[in-house]
Structure formats: C-alpha cells, structure tokens
T-cell receptor, first 110, second 116 residues
Framework: KQEVTQIPAALSVPEGENLVLNCSFT??????LQWFRQDPGKGLTSLLL?????REQTSGRLNASLDKSSGRSTLYIAASQPGDSATYLC?????????FGTGTSLTVIP | GAGVSQSPRYKVAKRGQDVALRCDPI?????LFWYQQALGQGPEFLTY????????KSGLPSDRFFAERPEGSVSTLKIQRTQQEDSAVYLC??????????????FGPGTRLLVL
C-alpha cells in the first residue's frame, strides 16, 4: 500500500520568509501528485498538479517539484504571507487509489 | 458556477443511529469521490462513482457504510448503526472527466460527524 509522509507536521515562519514543505511516498509508480491547501472548516483547494512525466509546476509564488524515482516532492512558497496560513496536503494517485499525506500545518506570523 | 456542496455541515448522532450525508457535485462532473478525514489525518478514500456507477468501494470501512448516486448527480453516503469511531469529517469531491488520475478534484466543505 502506498504510504505518503509529510515533514514537518507543523511549521511557523515570519512573514516574508521563503519556505519548503516536503512530501515523500513509498511507491514510485504514480500517475500524478497534487498539492492541496485546507483551511479550517473548509474543503481542500487544489494548488498544483504534477503529472508523473513532469518535473515541476509553478503557480504564482508556489513551485512544486517531483522526483518520482526517489519518491519525493517539495512545495516551495516564496515571500510567505499571513494568508498562506493553512494546512498543506500532498496526494498521489497510484493505480485506482488516491493517497493523502497527513499534512503540514503552516502558520505565517505577521 | 457553484462549487461542490455538502449537507449537513455538522451532524451529531447518538451511537446506533443511522445518518445520511449528501453531496451535490459541480454540474456536469462525471466523477464523484467520498473521503473520510479523521482529526489530524489526511483524507482517506472511501468510494468512487463514474456517473451512476460505483466503480470502486474498496475504501468503505464496513458494511455499515453505503453510498449511492442513482441519477449520476447527487450522491448520498449512508452510515448505519453509527459507532464512535465513525466520527470524522466526510469530504466529497468531483472531477470533470472519468480518467480520474488526470484531473483535478474539486472538494466540498465536508460534513463533520460526531457520534456520541
């Protein structure tokens, strides 16, 4: 069974700092990897989707990379803002299943 | 248009009670997914529909859980004889295409179920 791990579990940074969130998965036979954002009491919002053939995707201040062979992905957030405070989840699609990590809770301090 | 909606947003049930959770996907979306998210954990897959067909129900934790999507639009997740371990947030997601691994899923706000 695919296992998805996210480190760190929680992160607190001052506003303006660049930061990296990590995601690792045990089975490299994935179709894609997605990064989501979850705000308290709300559903998940897709941030970036990387197909298995791709190395990275960028959207605004966000950049996600994928190294399928080593089972790793990173989400880079540039110039963090208080509005970035949320839980960030990565998810991989393997076979017919969609597996989530446990998330990184990010707090950006003004 | 509107996103994925779920109702109720919160549900408190007594142990042994039956509950029904509703999901309204984005109009025209073929695929619909249900997930269970325990406190402090990531969502875990429960079941998947393509139109009205339930193609994968391997994630349903027991035969007390039942999902349907009779007309290929609205879906209902039913939990019979609820137990305390069923307490979680139940998330619904939909996507446009049936090739689910190629499409972004759009999530609803979830239903928070508390079983006392």
């Amino acid at each position: 069974k695919q296992e998805v791990t996210q480190i760190p579990a929680a992160l607190s940074v001052p506003e303006g700092e660049n930061l990296v969130l990590n995601c690792s998965f045990t089975d490299s036979a994935i179709y894609n990897l997605q990064w989501f954002r979850q705000d308290p009491g709300k559903g998940l919002t897709s941030l970036l989707l990387i197909q298995s053939s791709q190395r990275e995707q960028t959207s605004g201040r966000l950049n996600a990379s994928l190294d399928k062979s080593s089972g790793r992905s990173t989400l880079y957030i540039a110039a963090s803002q208080p509005g970035d405070s949320a839980t960030y989840l990565c998810a991989v699609t393997t076979g017919n299943q969609f597996y989530f990590g446990t998330g990184t809770s990010l707090t950006v301090i003004p | 248009g509107a996103g994925v909606s779920q109702s109720p947003r919160y549900k408190v049930a007594k142990r042994g009670q039956d509950v029904a959770l509703r999901c309204d996907p984005i109009s025209g979306h073929v695929s619909l997914f249900w997930y269970q998210q325990a406190l402090g954990q990531g969502p875990e897959f429960l079941t998947y529909f393509q139109n009205e067909a339930q193609l994968d129900k391997s994630g349903l934790p027991s035969d007390r859980f039942f999902a349907e999507r009779p007309e290929g639009s609205v879906s209902t997740l039913k939990i019979q004889r609820t137990q305390q371990e069923d307490s979680a947030v139940y998330l619904c997601a939909s996507s446009l295409e049936f090739e689910r691994y190629q499409e972004t899923q759009y999530f609803g706000p979830g239903t928070r179920l508390l079983v006392l």
